[in-house]
């Protein structure tokens, strides 16, 4: 059973860059799709971004070019970079195992807070 585990800071200030780590177990990170999924205070759930089993990311158009996405296969571990943030970034991030573009395994999710 594949297990994913995020971390990172819980607290950004603004226009600095939020890094996030997912850590994978029970699983290769060759084998599968990864993505990013948050949720804001109050709102519904945004997904921002997958890599590919191969290694290529997409991105969600919405973040206008400031999310990264790239994995580390010897730690079996994939990010998620996203520059230049403001509060709006505010938010629990989930990493996620895809298929069909459908998250099917999730973690246990990290609040990450921007603020001064």
């Known amino acids: 059973q594949v297990q994913l585990q995020e971390s990172g800071p819980g607290l950004v200030k603004p226009s600095q860059t939020l890094s996030l780590s997912c850590t994978v177990s029970?699983?290769?990170?060759?084998?599968?799709?990864w993505s990013w999924i948050r949720q804001p205070p109050g709102k519904g759930l945004e997904w921002m971004g997958f890599?590919?089993?191969?290694?290529?990311?997409y991105y969600s158009p919405s973040l206008k070019s400031r999310a990264s996405i790239s994995r580390d296969t010897s730690k079996n571990q994939f990010t998620l970079q996203l520059n230049s943030v403001t509060p709006e970034d505010t938010a629990v991030y989930y990493c996620?195992?895809?298929?069909?573009?459908?998250?099917?395994?999730w973690g246990q999710g990290t609040q990450v807070t921007v603020s001064s």
């Open positions: 996620t195992r895809q298929e069909n573009f459908f998250p099917v395994s």
């Open positions: 029970g699983g290769s990170i060759n084998a599968n799709h």
């Open positions: 890599i590919s089993s191969g290694g290529i990311s």
